[in-house]
């Protein structure tokens, strides 16, 4: 009867690994890790660079951050109103620089 001791205890212990997984999943230590921030959106730039806008806070203090990323550095650009729409209409770099140089 000793031999199967070892076994029942293996199959005990196989068995509660879901349970505890169950339980786990519903427990209030989950929601320790989702206040934090979330990637809203992301664009690729260069080697090693990236525009990231970013959500953070809850309810009446959330916020959108768009960040410029590199391998050393974050850099706040600005802060945007939560939900905002990106803008639709991409710059025309000719008509900025006319602009910019008085032409």
Known sequence: MSSWLPLFWFLAVLALIPLVLWLLKRSPLQALGQ???RVV???????????LTVE????ETRRW?????????IELLT????????????P??????RRQGGA
């Not at 951050?65 to 550095?73: D, I, P, R, S, V």
């Not at 025309?92 to 620089?97: D, E, G, I, T």
């Open 79 to 90: 802060e945007l109103p939560p939900g905002a729409p990106p803008s639709q209409e991409a």
């Open 41 to 51: 959106a992301s664009a690729h730039l260069g080697p090693g660079q990236r525009l």
């Open 56 to 59: 953070v806070g809850e309810g």
């Open 65 to 73: 951050l768009l960040l410029g990323a590199t391998a050393h550095h």
């Open 35 to 37: 206040g934090g921030p």
């Open 92 to 97: 025309n770099f000719a008509r900025l620089l």
